[in-house]
């Protein structure tokens, strides 16, 4: 597959759409490829000494598939609509990982006899533990149950915006909305680096924050080179 090297000439409208969506379809393959490796690659989850999945390492792995779900989402947009190198290489990068990562939390669900979402609600799960705080959301306040939306996700007002839009709006508002998205899953991400019973879980949530943080820096450079500023987290 080729990549998109800085410098280089924008592809037509007539053939953009037609490439970016082969890289979108590209891209699915990396869900199947990552529910292989949560089912294959059984270590560390499998060893004497591993603990057994608790409702952290599910709780989390259900909640973070539908967030990633949306940045995907997102992601495939900007990748076929954008004109702009620098936000199409952005926007590979993160339908890529994430799909990936899907494919593997659905794929530990689905070893554990574990169901693909809670119907309950989101982030039930982050709840005072082991008296070291109270978990919470992006603004502070404490996780007292399941909440029916999670932190940073845009409406589906903001979804059709962003489909709708062209040109340097489409790029801009994807960066926005994109941002707010990353810093919304934040809470959910430490938490379940700190808190998860396996190891496979704490290393995967930690790997996600480690790479999310390179992004939002990525992507506020990125603004305020556009002269436009980051949406408030909701």
């Known amino acids: 597959m080729s990549t998109i090297e800085p410098g280089d000439t924008a592809p037509e409208a007539g053939s953009r759409r037609p490439a970016g969506a082969v890289l979108v379809l590209g891209a699915i393959g990396l869900l199947l490829l990552g529910a292989v490796a949560g089912v294959l690659l059984r270590l560390p989850l499998d060893k004497t000494d591993e603990p057994a999945p608790g409702p952290v390492d599910v709780g989390f792995n259900q909640d973070m598939s539908a967030h990633h779900a949306q940045a995907v989402d997102m992601a495939g947009v900007a990748l ?16 890529t990982t994430q799909q990936n990562q899907i494919g593997r939390m659905q794929g530990w669900l689905q070893l554990w006899g574990e169901p693909n979402q809670d119907v309950d609600g989101y982030m ?39 489909r709708q839009s062209t040109g340097p709006e489409l790029d801009t508002m ?11 899953g934040v809470p959910m991400l430490d938490y379940a680096a700190e ?12 790997t996600m924050s480690k790479t999310q943080a390179g992004e939002s820096q990525l992507m506020t450079t990125m603004l305020a080179a556009r002269g436009a500023d980051p949406l408030p987290l909701s």
């Open 124 to 162: 039930g799960w982050m709840t005072e533990r082991g008296g070291h705080g109270h978990a919470g959301t992006a603004d502070g306040h404490a996780m007292s149950g399941p909440v029916q939306a999670m932190p940073g996700m845009a409406s589906q007002e903001e979804m059709t915006a962003l």
């Open 195 to 206: 808190y998860a019973d396996t190891t496979a879980v704490r290393t995967l949530a930690a």
């Open 174 to 184: 994807f960066l926005q909305l994109m941002l707010r998205h990353h810093q919304g």
């Open 80 to 95: 076929i609509a954008s004109t702009d190198n620098d936000v199409r290489r952005l926007a590979y990068d993160i339908l």
